[in-house]
Structure formats: C-alpha cells, structure tokens
Nanobody, 124 residues
C-alpha cells in the first residue's frame, strides 16, 4: 500500500522560507512522478510543482517559478518542496501526490495516491 506523509508546514512571515517533505513508501517509485498541490477553503486544489522520480525533470506553476524548488532524494524515498520568498497568497494546505509514469501531470485526477496535507500559513 502506497503511503505519502508530508511534513514541514508551519507559520512564517512574508519573505520567509519553508521546506516541505513528502516521505513515500509502499513500492519502488523509480517509474513514478511526484507532485505538490495546494488548496485553500472554498477553492479547487491546484497544481504547484512536479518531478519525475527517475529523470529529475521538473515543472512548476507560473506563480511559483523562481521561488519554489522541487527535488527528490532517491535513497530516502522523499520529495521536497523548498519554498522561498513566501507570500500571503501561498497560504494553503499543501499535499503531495504520486502517479505512475514519467509524464509530469498538472491535473489532480492524474494522481493516484495522496498524502494527508500540511498547513502553510504566511503572515503579512
């Protein structure tokens, strides 16, 4: 059974940084893609970033390019989201997700497994 566990969320002032982690278990993820999404109350869950586990290729939502970096540690089966220059509009619950294959998808429905989410709050 695939399990994804996020951590690293918290409260930070605007301009600050946080690093989210997503620890994956339950299978070998070398042929999978990992994604980070976020959701605020009353809004759809939106794509933030994705990475191919085997090739390391990445893709980002336009509004986070240059501020967020997605990476993975194959030995630890963990994906990270380094978030710098945080803005109040980045406030959300952040979720990691996994899908088979190396294609980096931006649609929520393309991902098969999800973590429980971690809250990120950016104060102005």
């Amino acid at each position: 059974q695939v399990q994804l566990v996020e951590s690293g969320g918290g409260l930070v002032q605007a301009g600050g940084s946080l690093r989210l982690s997503c620890a994956a278990s339950g299978r070998t993820f070398s042929s999978y893609a990992m994604g980070w999404f976020r959701q605020t109350p009353g809004k759809e869950r939106e794509f933030v970033a994705a990475i191919s586990w085997s090739f390391g290729t990445t893709y980002y939502k336009d509004s986070v390019k240059g501020r967020f970096t997605i990476s993975r540690d194959n030995a630890k089966n963990t994906v990270y989201l380094q978030m710098n220059s945080l803005k109040p509009e980045d406030t959300a619950v952040y979720y990691c997700a996994v899908r088979p294959g190396t294609v980096l998808a931006v649609k929520r429905g393309s991902y098969d497994y999800w973590g429980q989410g971690t809250q990120v709050t950016v104060s102005s």
